[in-house]
């Protein structure tokens, strides 16, 4: 009974998490890296990226006219600022592999994130290790290569900062996940409704408009 009472204890008591999630992150880091190791990498949109960057940074601003492989530039400008720091420190995109142990970055980043988030909400620790198992999420963010990667570590920063009560940064963080790929305004409304909830109303604007600036800043 002891031992079935442990058991209980150890998949339901958030205290756990403390220890478990760095043991998480550490498991995954390993997965990620037997995943670039053994996977062969699947090109869908880097290419594209990267000839588009090879436009942008010839002087182009013309949106309509930077055009890759898979068609024009759909994303917003912040996609467009970090896809040209990956040209130039994957020699025009060619270093596959640096690409890819940059991503596993990012992944682990986002990751360490969440775990953040579902600790402070108090989780039980039988959830986190759902967390490490997604195939999907691991394609997108080691062999693909996609923008979600990067928008899904600004939105979880966001959450993680609102859930600190640390509006501004939060606020920062959601709206330039926003200007990496705009499926993020699909938590907008949830957003509008936390800052309403929480915040006196004129505070709740100025986030409002501390993220239209942010929006202001970053386009070309």
């Given at each position: 009974m002891d031992l079935y009472n442990q058991a209980i204890d150890l998949a339901s008591n958030p205290k756990h998490t403390r220890w478990l999630s760095p043991l998480l992150l550490v498991a995954d880091a390993c997965l990620c890296a037997?995943?670039?190791w053994k996977i062969p990498y699947t090109e869908i949109d880097w290419k594209a990226y990267m000839q588009q960057i090879a436009q942008y940074r010839s002087g182009e601003r013309d949106y309509t006219l930077?055009?890759?492989?898979?068609?024009?530039?759909?994303?917003p400008a912040a996609h467009v600022y970090i896809y040209n720091g990956l040209y130039t420190v994957t020699n025009e995109g060619t270093d596959i592999f640096l690409a890819q142990c940059i991503f596993m970055g990012v992944y682990l980043g986002a990751l360490n994130m969440v775990l953040a988030c579902y600790r402070m909400a108090k989780a039980p620790p039988y959830i986190f290790p759902?967390?490490?198992f997604s195939k999907r999420l691991h394609s997108i963010f080691l062999l693909r290569l996609f923008?979600?990667?990067f928008?899904?570590?600004?939105l979880f920063v966001a959450i993680y900062f609102?859930?600190?009560r640390i509006f501004t940064i939060g606020s920062v963080a959601y709206s330039f996940g926003v200007g990496t790929k705009m499926s993020l305004l699909l938590a907008a409304p949830a957003v509008g409704i936390i800052l309403l909830q929480v915040l006196p109303f004129r505070r709740a604007m100025?986030?409002?408009f501390l993220m239209a600036q942010v929006q202001a800043s970053v386009h070309f």
């Open positions: 037997l995943i670039i930077i055009k890759g492989d898979t068609g024009p530039l759909v994303y759902l967390l490490i923008n979600d990667g928008a899904v570590l600004f609102y859930q600190r100025n986030a409002a």
